[in-house]
């Protein structure tokens, strides 16, 4: 890691403490020996002083033997005695001259004092000391401590020059050894201990500020990798965000490039998340995000890695990929991961997530194209159904510029005169009477021909066309309505994108009403259950508003949803439509049979009608009028129609003899599937 400034610069202040420390230790080191020594000098002086004093005060005739007329015999005895004197170890003699007259090692070998001759004792005759001379001569006492490996010598001893004086009169020079070994040990353990104490000060002082640098280095080093990480990172899910994920991605073609293993994206988007988000408010939704997030990460491998795209889309980098085969795997165990409801805040929030996948080598060799080619094949997985996977295919370039090409020319249709509506007859549970009619839009564009509501309402909910599309419907059909007979009801469906607008909506369906003088209690609006998902005051006061004015609400789609029986208790609807899918499967497979007519029962505890859809055959009629459905419709007893074509006469077939339905009018052929219509 690279230092920032200030980590630096505390580094280097923290390395100039150390060195200070160190020169402050061998500045002290040389102090110290210099005052050790000044120290034994001084020692070593005093001690040839005392020496010389007693010398001149207990050697006879020792005034003769310096002015050069020989040791007596009672000189030389008592010098004898000094010679081992205290630390004295050897001494000299001089005269004022300089000239030596004894030297104490000197002194057993010569048995006859020299009185006579004044040959000195033990020296060289005419040699001339001249630290003798300078000793007399004023310039102080001289000392040379000294360190010699001899073994007739101390280890370190001082010989100091020092004058014999009697009467202020120098009467000659002693040059005294004195031994300083024990004393030089007992200054040298007395300093060790004072520079071992400011050793140990210096080294506390530069330990704490290495301490506190070290500190300041870490939070610096901690604070570095929060923001490396803040910055690769989603906040809010701890998901790697979009341009690290690309990155990756970009990494993982490198490798794969470079001969080691392939790799798949696959992108990810929370079904139904705007409703969650519309219904519960942010807060949930953040908590859905998180949750979903936490899901992905626990379902993929260590090795694969998770982003947040943007808002609810997610992407999962998957490593190591030898086959397609194992992308679809992953793919399916994370949709399976996500299909569980999240608890958020004590309710189970449906928050499944649609799957689109894109293998390298298969569908591309760029990470970008992949990653956009994943995104294609995740709009395909949606459009099919949700909470499903899909591989990426060539033909989704096309569907996508479809969609787009479909979402651009609606905005024309609307004004274009290009939308119209068809109605569909609802029949009493006998089949013959008629009740009102569903409305259904319907679009003939210039060049694609008629295309169905389920591909376009999806689209113009998606590009905040519902609205407007909405609003022309309502209109539309209440004026075509207030031409029936009174008895009959006219059903409007409305998607949960209208419900965002809530107070509008109801100005909407009331003005739409007015206009057409047509009274609210012939009005159904059909809705599904994704809009009560999210039970939010917001949408149930709508509802309540609406109900308030004489509108009927009823719940469509029934059972499709995850949790249908669920919604029920949430709203007092008027009516539920059970699905025709189960109508579909009704005489093959008997457990439909008993999910209707719980269905029917349990709507009817709560004192609310049931419509069945999609009746196509005499026998489904049959079963669903057996099972106590209270409102039927579909191909069987009529197709959707124009409003011009409508006779609103009753009884298209009687339950037991069925005939051909007669309004063959809406484009739809007899089938069961919805893309073909
Ligand atoms: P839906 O509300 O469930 O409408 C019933 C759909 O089932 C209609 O398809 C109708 O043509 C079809 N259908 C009716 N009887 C039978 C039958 O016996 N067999 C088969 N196979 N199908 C039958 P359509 O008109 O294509 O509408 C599809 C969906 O589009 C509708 O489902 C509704 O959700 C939506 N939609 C249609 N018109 C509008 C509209 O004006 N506003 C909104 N928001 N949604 C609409
Ligand atoms: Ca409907
Ligand atoms: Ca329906």
């Known amino acids: 890691m690279k230092l920032s400034l200030p980590l630096a610069k505390g580094a280097r202040s923290v390395a100039l403490w150390l060195l200070a420390a160190v020169a402050a230790l061998l500045g002290m080191a040389a102090a110290m020996q210099l005052a050790a020594r000044a120290q034994l000098e001084a020692d070593a002086e005093h001690v040839a002083l005392n020496w010389a004093a007693f010398a001149r005060d207990t050697v006879?005739?020792?005034?003769?033997?310096?002015?050069?007329?020989?040791?007596?015999?009672?000189?030389?005895?008592?010098?004898?005695?000094?010679?081992?004197?205290?630390?004295?170890?050897?001494?000299?003699?001089?005269?004022?001259n300089g000239a030596t007259l004894l030297v104490s090692d000197e002194m057993d070998r010569t048995q006859q004092p020299s009185g006579a001759t004044g040959e000195p004792l033990g020296a060289e005759p005419g040699e001339q000391n001249s630290s003798v001379r300078a000793v007399v001569l004023g310039g102080g006492n001289l000392i040379e401590l000294k360190r010699e490996e001899r073994s007739d010598r101390p280890a370190v001893y001082s010989e100091a020059y020092v004058p014999v004086l009697r009467g202020g009169q120098v009467l000659g020079v002693v040059e005294v050894y004195v031994d300083q070994t024990a004393r030089e040990r007992r200054i040298a353990k007395a300093f060790r201990q004072v520079a071992l104490a400011v050793a140990l000060v210096l080294l506390t002082l530069v330990a704490a500020g290495?301490?506190?640098?070290?500190?300041?280095?870490?939070?610096?080093?901690?604070?570095?990798?929060?923001?490396?990480?803040?910055?690769r990172h989603d906040m809010l899910t701890g998901a790697l965000n979009r341009a690290s994920f690309h990155e990756a991605l970009q990494r993982a073609q490198k490798r794969a490039q470079e001969g080691g293993a392939g790799f798949a994206v696959l992108c990810l988007d929370v079904d139904g998340f705007k409703d969650i988000n519309d219904a519960f408010g942010h807060a949930a939704g953040d908590t859905v995000l998180r949750a979903t997030a936490e899901r992905l990460r626990e379902t993929v491998r260590e090795l694969d890695l998770v982003a947040r795209l943007a808002g609810d889309q997610f992407a999962v980098l998957q490593a190591g990929v030898r086959s397609p085969d194992e992308v679809s795997v992953l793919g399916q165990r994370l949709a399976a991961a996500l299909a569980e409801a999240h608890q958020v805040a004590g309710q189970a929030l449906q928050a499944g997530v649609s799957v689109g996948a894109a293998v390298y080598g298969n569908d591309g060799l760029d990470s970008a194209e992949l990653l956009h080619k994943a995104e294609q094949a995740l709009l395909r997985a949606k459009s099919h159904h949700r909470g499903g996977f899909s591989f990426y295919d060539a033909t989704m370039d096309e569907q996508l510029q479809a969609r787009r090409a479909i979402a651009r020319d609606l905005r024309q249709a609307l004004y274009a005169d290009q939308l119209h509506l068809n109605f569909q007859p609802l029949y009493e549970r006998d089949g013959c009477t008629l009740q009102g009619y569903e409305a259904l839009v319907r679009w003939s564009h210039p060049q694609r021909g008629a295309i169905p509501p389920s591909q376009f309402i999806p689209i113009a909910e998606e590009c905040g066309l519902i609205e407007d599309l909405g609003v022309w419907v309502l209109a539309r059909a209440?004026?075509?309505?207030?031409?029936?007979?009174?008895?009959?009801?006219?059903?409007?469906?409305?998607?949960?994108?209208?419900?965002?607008?809530?107070?509008?909506?109801?100005?909407m369906v009331a003005a739409s009403l007015e206009a057409a003088g047509l009274p609210a209690s012939r009005l159904e609006l059909e809705i599904t259950e994704s809009l009560l998902m999210g039970n939010t005051e917001q949408v149930v006061k709508t509802l309540h508003r609406l109900t308030a004015m004489g509108v009927r609400i009823v719940?469509?789609?029934?059972?499709?949803?995850?949790?249908?029986?669920?919604?029920?208790?949430?709203?007092?609807?008027?009516?539920?439509?059970?699905?025709?899918?189960?109508?579909?499967?009704?005489?093959?497979?008997?457990?439909?049979?008993?999910?209707?007519?719980?269905?029917?029962?349990?709507?009817?505890?709560?004192?609310?009608?049931v419509n069945a859809e999609g009746v196509e055959t005499p026998a489904q009629l049959r079963s669903l009028q057996a099972h106590g459905c209270d409102e039927l419709q579909g191909f069987l007893l009529g197709r959707p129609a124009p409003a011009t074509q409508l006779d609103h006469a009753g009884a298209p077939l009687a339950a037991n003899e069925p005939k051909l339905p007669r309004a063959r009018t809406d484009f739809a052929p007899l089938s069961t599937s919805p893309a073909a219509l």
């Open 60 to 96: 006879p005739d020792l005034e003769q033997a310096f002015a050069g007329r020989g040791f007596t015999l009672e000189a030389l005895r008592q010098l004898r005695r000094l010679r081992q004197a205290g630390e004295v170890f050897r001494f000299k003699l001089y005269d004022p």
């Open 478 to 507: 209440c004026d075509v309505a207030s031409g029936w007979p009174e008895s009959l009801s006219l059903s409007v469906n409305l998607s949960a994108a209208q419900f965002r607008q809530g107070d509008e909506l109801v100005r």
């Open 210 to 231: 290495a301490w506190q640098w070290w500190q300041r280095l870490r939070t610096q080093r901690r604070a570095d990798e929060q923001l490396r990480y803040l910055a």
């Open 555 to 609: 719940m469509d789609d029934f059972g499709t949803g995850y949790s249908s029986l669920a919604y029920l208790w949430r709203f007092p609807f008027d009516k539920v439509k059970i699905d025709r899918a189960f109508t579909q499967h009704l005489d093959s497979d008997p457990k439909v049979a008993l999910i209707v007519r719980s269905i029917v029962s349990l709507a009817h505890s709560l004192n609310i009608r």
